[in-house]
């Protein structure tokens, strides 16, 4: 459909969107993508090679930031096994680019696989308290000196 359709040329455009970064030439970059991605249908793989593309061009392209590849967090219990995949990926991405991954799936899994219903409303997107958890998480790696 269109929809979907738009979403792809948005990821051929990614890429491309990154000249108002770089321009500002920052140095941290925290990167968390890919959760809308398999909920509209794209593969592991897919998402996988978006990604690597993004920290690759980050790296070449702000060599002295630090960046930060966030691990995707839970949501509906049933694409904890995809998230766990890609995660497992996103972890070797991270290593191969020297990039730093942080793990926000422990933070935010309610034991089974799926958010803790106190973090969202509707099994994605962070509430208030979610926020909240995420910011504990990141707080040190923002505040950090490098």
Known sequence: DDWLRAVSLE???LLARLDPLVEMNPSKVFVLIGTNDLAIGFTVAEIVANVEKLV????T????AQIYLQGVMPRNRKFAESIHALNARYRAIAQEHKVTFVDLFPAFDDGTGQIRATFSEDELHLNGAGYAAWRVVLASL???KL
Do not use: F, K, N, Y
């Open 142 to 144: 923002v505040t950090s």
């Open 11 to 13: 990821h051929e455009h």
């Open 56 to 59: 690759g061009e980050l790296r």
């Open 61 to 64: 392209r702000v060599p002295a």
